[in-house]
């Protein structure tokens, strides 16, 4: 496809779960990007990707999210034993390169992640 | 520390009412700014990438300026499908981009 797709498109979990989330980002770009959508809120930055490596994580809330980068290309956000406050929509970014500044993400359509 | 900061919340207009939003930010090397537009239940839409203060760009109703410490977002006559929640977001030093917490837009037909 030509754009960033996200899988699933919605998850129902029950609190103390573990769940994955992936992203596909657009074929030939390098640099990606998780973020985090909370209602009412602004995007929050959770980690990137540059190739298979994530330069920054700082952004990840907990030792219980984690994610990787297989093969320069499909992401996996991973989420153990799951708490209610992590319900929000997960939205996953990409773009040719981090680096050198200024390079536009194009986003997914997110995941919207409900803990009960 | 680096910061976004949006005005106002959310704003109503008329249909044809023009106004600016806004996009003040604080950051250490600023290598670009991001304009996006974002639909209820979809993720954010690309609009704009500015780099340098005095910098302008535009596409049909909006346009988007820089300045060292805001940016303004233009909107021009506008219609009910411009109404939709608009992202500022900044990248400093480093790669992280950090994003405002939007405004929300309402154009009354």
């Known amino acids: 496809g030509a754009g960033v797709s996200q899988s699933p498109s919605n998850k129902v979990t029950e609190k103390g779960k573990d769940v994955e989330l992936r992203c596909d980002p657009i074929s030939g770009h390098t640099a990606l990007y998780w973020y985090r959508q909370s209602l009412g809120q602004g995007l929050e930055f959770l980690i990137y990707?540059?190739?298979?490596?994530?330069?920054?994580k700082s952004g990840l809330p907990s030792d219980r999210f984690s994610a990787e980068r297989t093969g320069g290309s499909v992401s996996t956000l991973t989420i153990q034993r799951t708490q209610q406050e992590d319900s929000a929509v997960y939205l996953c970014?990409?773009?040719?390169?981090?680096?050198?500044?200024?390079?536009?993400?194009?986003f997914g359509p997110g995941t919207r992640l409900l803990v009960l | 520390e680096d910061q976004v900061t949006q005005s106002p919340e959310a704003l109503r207009l008329q249909e044809g009412e023009s106004s600016s939003l806004n996009c003040s930010y604080t950051?250490?090397?600023?290598?670009?700014l991001f304009w996006y537009r974002q639909d209820p239940g979809k993720g954010p839409e690309f609009l704009f990438t500015l780099y340098s203060a005095g910098e302008e760009k535009e596409k049909e109703r909006l346009k988007a300026t820089l300045t060292k410490k805001e940016s303004f977002l233009h909107i021009t006559a506008p219609k009910p499908e411009d109404s939709a929640t608009y992202l500022c977001?900044?990248?400093?030093?480093?790669?992280?981009?950090?994003f405002g917490k939007g405004t929300r837009l309402h154009i009354l037909p």
């Open positions: 977001a900044v990248q400093a030093s480093g790669d992280k981009i950090i």
């Open positions: 990707f540059q190739g298979n490596s994530a330069p920054d």
């Open positions: 970014a990409s773009s040719l390169a981090a680096s050198g500044g200024g390079e536009t993400q194009y």
């Open positions: 950051v250490s090397g600023l290598r670009g």
